[in-house]
């Protein structure tokens, strides 16, 4: 406990009141100035937050164990304003290690002045100093401990007129450039009037060579950067006599500059109900890690009022729009760059049913006025309404209003209305109250209806044009042409009017048709002809200019040979030759059925014995054309001769498929086959048995006339004994009832002939 230095001794002093009551008085005064001056009261860490009065320095303890060290207090510096000169702030920055902190700042400035502020709660204390001395400041770091450090600072206290550093900073990156805009402390702005700046790459360690001087206080610009590169940037202002002092600012980082465009990969436009469509937008960015997010501007074509800028973060976008055409543009941001936009146009939807029908009329007053109409339901709901009107090719203009009427009429237009030009119009409905002026651009309007109009309709000042001709026949063709363009129609085109006649001579006729179609074809023309031909298109004000005259013949009339029929013919022909030869050869089979082979023939019949001598000698009168052939047509006649001249009539035998039969055989000629038994076989009592001879096999029969003259040679051979040949020749015979008929063949008369004769 230190005194308050003095000591008040009144017991040894005599006292003497007059009364009592005014002794007490004058004890009471000397006992409250001894307490108030006889405590001294010292400040506690529990205190801190109190901002302590400056003490003199003697007051204060040794602090030679105080030294300075890296990791204790250190950067302690003092400065001031200019437009208060005596007052100076001391700043300093804490040591690493320290937990519990206390500081304390002893301010000097003459010999043997010294003022000390102890257990400081922060790290900067504002101090009033004289101008002309020299200042030294300490600040020490946990005086009460072994570990106290402290930190030294000396200056004339009328140099340490310090200003900055910035306030603010924004920056833009553009093309290379680094806009930078400053703004000061409010007690610097007076006083800067320029400043510098440095940069650097961010991996590079060091600044650039020149410093970059600011156009003015607030407003720099930096050239000649690398946009893919990061800087970092660091600002400070330009010294005077009001700014002694200009510390650089801290570092700024700028992120690298946004050059890329987004990429829309998505782009719906759907139609809804009520003369409104949804509009569905996606896009990417190729540099998404650099970027904060993206800005979406989107405005009417017409310019009707301004376009809205929306900020968003997702790459993504939904909007509610009429059928009125739209600009769009999309760039990507961050905080120091925007990106190229992309831009899409959103045109104007035309043509929708639900917008047309005829709910709009319009009536032309003049080339500054004119009044449209609408239906009375629309009223009804809406009060507020834009009309967009434009020729083509030129701007889209606009006005809008509130009516409660089915009528607007617009006087005072903004551009005159021009003769003989096309103009299309559009009614939007608004749901907001009056002023009926767009708040925003997302669902905010529908459209009602569309339709066209002419101040002053014209007639075509131009025709169709590329006429041509196909399809051309001895009748009739087909013409063919480019229609007339819509600025040069001056008027609403109700149709074409097409001009022809026999070239250089005939009555021309004309034939009318549709506006829409560009072809027509021309019937009842006579074969072989030229025609002259010509088209011009109409509207309500007349008939416009004729094209230039095309010509066209139609084709002369021939033998017409039917095409048709021809292909048929040859279809046949070659069906004929490639099926023909076993069509014919089947056909053969079943009318004209095919002699078999001898040796394959299964019908032969037999010759029996010596009995059949009458036999042999009729062959033998028979004179062979060509002996070698594959068949032998004999011809039965009535007999001349005596009954039993011949003890039977010749049968025609056909050969047996198996050739190894018996041979064996009887006299009597019998078929094997049923079927022909009747007209076949002779009398039993024309024939005449040989009983040296037993049949084993039973009897052959013909199968047809015809039989070959090798298997009747075979037959001899098996049923005449040898002994019979010389017998044979003293046989008279008679006119046989067999004649020979005809018998074909190419090859030569064969060896059996002589055989024959000498039966």
Known sequence: M???????????????????????????LILAYYITFSTCVQASPGTADRVPSPVSCRSITSL??????PDGVHDLDCFGKYNNRGTKLCVWKPGNHAQERTYTL???????????????????????LHENYNLTAEVYENTDTINCTKAVFSAL???????????????????????????????????????????????????????????????CTVENLNSS?????????????KCTQCPWSETYTIPSELTAQPVIVKFEDTAMENGRRLLTLSWKFSAHQQLDGYYVTIGKESEEDSSER????????????????????????????????????????????????GKLNVTV??????????????????????????????????MSFHENANYRTLSSLPEALEPYSRYSITLHARPKKPPCNMKHINNSESTYGSTQFYFIEGTPVSAPTNISSYNVTQKSVVLQWLSIPEEDIRGFLLGYTIHYREFNWGTEKNVTVDPLSNYCELGDLTSGTAYQVQISGFTEAGAGVRSAPSFFKTDQEYFNINVSGVVIILAVVVTLLIFGPSVIKRTKVIVWPSIPHPGKSYTMQKIEGPCELELLESINTLKVEEWDTNSLQIVEKEAATPAGTLPSTLQLLNASEDESYAPDMTCDWSQGEPEDAASDILPDDSTDTCPNIQQKNPPLAFSTDYTTMEMFHQGISQVIPANTVTQATDLTVAKSELDYVGQFSTSPISDSEDMLKVL
């Open 106 to 128: 002893l301010i000097k400035q003459k010999e043997k002045k010294c003022r000390a502020y102890i257990n400081l709660p922060g790290l900067s204390k504002v101090i009033n």
């Open 2 to 28: 230190v005194g308050c230095g003095f000591h008040l001794k009144f017991l040894d002093s005599k006292c003497y009141c007059s009364t009592s009551q005014s002794c007490y008085l004058v004890l009471g």
């Open 310 to 357: 929306m900020y968003i973060t997702q790459p993504q976008l939904t909007l509610v729009l009429s059928y009125s055409a739209y600009y769009l543009n999309v760039s990507a941001v961050n905080n120091v760059s925007i990106s190229p936009a992309v831009s899409r146009t959103i045109p104007q939807k035309q043509d929708m049913p639900d917008v047309g029908l």
């Open 157 to 219: 206290p009328k140099n340490l007129l310090r200003c900055g550093p910035p306030h603010k900073l924004s920056v833009t990156r553009n093309s290379g450039k680094l806009d930078l805009n400053v703004s000061w402390e409010k007690e610097d702005m007076p006083v800067v009037t320029l400043y510098s700046v440095r940069y650097r790459a961010l991996s590079s360690l060091s600044w650039n060579r020149s410093l970059v001087r600011s156009q003015n206080e607030n407003r």
């Open 64 to 69: 030679q164990h105080c030294r300075v060290h």
């Open 365 to 398: 007053h003049n080339n500054m006025s004119f009044s449209i109409y609408w239906k009375n339901e629309l009223s009804k709901t809406f009060v507020c309404f834009s009309v967009e009107w434009r020729r083509s090719g030129h701007k889209t203009l606009h």
């Open 229 to 241: 590169l990061v800087y970092v940037v660091q600002i400070q202002c330009v010294a005077n006599d």
